[in-house]
């Protein structure tokens, strides 16, 4: 450091230390608060974040337009290399020295401004990534708090609007930051002006506001942050973020609004988009606690590895990074999909099989780029759907009311059935285990929606996998209880052993077998509905979800009322004839839904059937595998049917 610029940091530190000295006597003292000191790696980011910010103004097509900034330039790079190397745990990082040694020299080599600010930026994002540190706060910022404090402890200098021309300014070298510079602001994060607040500025009159709690410094940060954007800008802003689904997919959380500059925003989402968003946000930073549209973000960028990776051969991570597209980018907003247009969802569902089917095969990597295009523009599809504010109550009372009453039926149908059966067999004790199996089967849906919210992530291939091996499980049980059923139909020999005879064949075990099937049957479609109305509550339409909800269960209590009311008016053995079919029916359906669940979970193959219907309801998906184990199933049933047939004609001819 040269003598002038020496002495120039010694009269910027002494003022600096004069203005505090102003700020303890006329503004009242600072609050009694205990703050902790700004980690080592959150130094290193802010000499980062200053020389990415600052460094066009030492440097200009390769020359030095600015000798005392230029000479900042070097000091803070080589300052920062420095503290780089002394961070605890620095061999486990050693890139992060290359990094900064890159900077030093590109620096020393007078690079381009665009070229440097890259560096200073990629470096101080790799420090984060290996030093985390909070990078927003706990909740949206107050902005009323962030104006009464600037009017306190910054307007001073920095002017009632931000343009640096506050009364104390006379005289400051270097005068104080105007925030309606739009230039300097461009390249400015929320983070970075947090960290200047909490810091101060080495070399500058601006001092430390460390004293201030975190949330006070948070609101003074995104208060200062606005005034380089106009509130027209605003109005504009919060219009395309209510109708642009992309834009809102830019911001999941506040951590990416405090990280990105505007200046990286335009190169994401457009200049005016990124000036129109930064003023709207940064006024409004609520709106990222709001409840969210679900967006197609994560099943974009797995789509795009996986295709990165097939192209360079590495053909099983492309798989997987396939598998994962559905699973943890579709799946999870699949129910706000359906809502809207479930035609839509079954042509997603059906392009991503082919896609995997063709990376599983090893196609062309032309064919696999096709297919990828094709679900690209589903995806755009799909998100201009959720995009689209239009008829959002509606859609989802329509899709609250059908998916509970489509689950509901199929586990009240069996549960009925199980009922009426021990009503007709006069065996009312064993009732309290069928009872228990549902009960505890809504309990544990109960408990997994708490551990859904509160504990873990339920993953996509999960949810598959519960629901698959649920649904085989009970269209297995289902078999051998249809085709029970229907052997019990055959005869009035058979209708008396039952009357005589059951009350000594429902043993303990037996009812515990019914509690155990009354549960897995339910508590499958209720897993199943709990995920979907997790998903479905994302979308703020509260009020009609619990009105399609309440709809639902009013028309299945309808229902399970007129079936135990009129099964108890049937002879037994044509009730155990519409039973055993009834059951059949629900096994045939379970199965196809089993597989297809497996399917999705990439455990079991796809393999189309071209002009084969596709009827969920039903469990039909139009793929060999359900279609061959549904047909496996029939097989199973009718011959069971048939040799229930045979014994009762046997069993006829010897009485």
């Known amino acids: 450091m040269g003598p002038e610029l020496g002495l120039a940091r010694l009269r910027r530190t002494l003022r600096g230390y004069l203005l505090l000295a102003a700020v303890l006597l006329f503004g009242g003292g600072l609050p009694a608060v205990a703050q902790a000191a700004p980690t080592p790696a959150e130094t290193v980011w802010r000499l980062l974040d200053y020389v990415a910010v600052d460094y066009s103004g030492a440097v200009q097509g390769g020359k030095v337009v600015s000798a005392a900034e230029y000479a900042e330039m070097q000091e803070f790079s080589a300052t920062a290399t420095r503290r780089i190397r002394a961070l605890p745990g620095a061999a486990a990082h050693p890139e992060l020295a290359v990094e900064a040694v890159e900077l030093e020299r590109a620096i020393a080599a007078k690079a381009d401004v665009d070229a440097v600010a ?80 909490d810091q101060g500025l080495d070399g500058t009159a601006m001092p430390s506001f460390a004293h201030l709690p975190a949330e006070d410094r948070w609101s003074l940060a995104f208060y200062v942050g606005r005034f380089a954007y106009n509130d027209a800008a605003a109005e504009r802003g919060a219009r395309r973020w209510r109708e642009d689904p992309t834009v809102r997919a830019a911001f999941p959380d506040l951590a990416a609004l405090t990280r990105a500059t505007p200046a990286s925003l335009a190169q994401a989402l457009g200049p005016d988009a990124a000036v129109e968003i930064t003023a709207y946000l940064r006024r409004s930073p609520e709106a990222l606690l709001a409840p969210r549209l679900a967006t197609l973000t994560v099943a974009r960028a797995q789509l795009a590895a996986a295709l990165k990776a097939y192209a360079a051969g590495d053909r099983s991570a492309a798989e997987d990074l396939a598998l994962s597209t559905y699973l943890d980018g579709v799946e999870p907003v699949e129910p706000a999909i359906a809502a809207k247009d479930r035609d839509l969802l079954v042509q997603i569902e059906t392009a991503m099989a082919e896609l995997r089917n063709r990376i599983g095969r090893g196609a062309p990597v032309a064919e696999v780029q096709a297919q990828a295009s094709a679900v690209t523009l589903l995806f755009d599809r ?44 006069e065996r009312q004790d064993v009732l309290p285990y069928v009872h228990g199996g549902w009960v505890a089967a809504l309990a544990a849906g109960v408990a997994t929606w708490a551990a859904a919210t509160y504990l873990v992530t339920i993953s996509g291939a999960s949810r598959e996998l519960t629901e698959g091996f649920g649904a085989l499980l009970a269209a297995a049980v289902l078999v051998s209880v249809g085709v029970w059923m229907h052997g019990k139909s055959q005869a009035d020999a058979w209708q008396r052993y039952i009357r005589d005879k059951l009350s000594r064949a429902l043993s303990r075990r037996s009812a515990w077998f019914l509690f155990l099937l009354s549960f897995v049957v339910v508590y499958r479609e209720v897993f199943e509905t709990i995920l979907f109305y997790t998903a479905l509550w994302n979308s703020g339409a509260t009020d009609a979800i619990v009105g399609g909800a309440a709809a639902a269960v009013g028309v299945l209590t309808v229902v399970a009322w007129v079936m135990l009311r009129y099964s108890g008016r049937l002879p037994i053995g ?49 793929t060999l595998q359900t279609l061959g184990a549904q047909l496996v199933v029939l097989a199973i049933l009718a011959a069971g049917f048939l040799y229930n047939r045979r014994a009762a004609a046997q069993t006829a001819k010897a009485a």
């Open 118 to 197: 890259a560096q200073a930026r990629r470096l101080a994002s790799d420090l984060l990534a290996a030093y985390p540190v909070p990078l927003a706060p706990q909740s949206a910022p107050d902005l009323a708090r962030g104006a009464a404090l600037y009017q306190e402890q910054c307007a001073a200098c920095h002017g009632a609007t931000g343009a640096g021309d506050g009364p104390n300014a006379r005289g400051m070298d270097p005068p104080p930051i105007a925030f309606v510079d739009r230039a300097r602001a461009d390249h400015r994060s929320l983070f970075g002006l947090y960290q200047v607040i």
């Open 382 to 425: 799909a998100e201009a759907q959720l995009g689209d504010a239009r008829g959002d109550k509606v859609s989802a009372f329509v899709g609250a009311f059908t998916v509970l009453l489509r689950e509901g039926l199929e586990a009240l149908l069996i549960v009925v059935a199980m009922i009426a059966f021990l009503r007709k067999a």
């Open 574 to 622: 044509t009730f155990f004839a519409i039973s055993a079919g009834l059951v059949a029916v629900l096994a045939v359906v379970l199965v196809g839904k089993g597989v297809a669940a497996l399917q999705e979970a990439g455990l079991i193959g796809v393999t189309a059937v071209p002009g084969a219907p596709r009827i969920e309801i039903l469990g039909l998906y139009a």
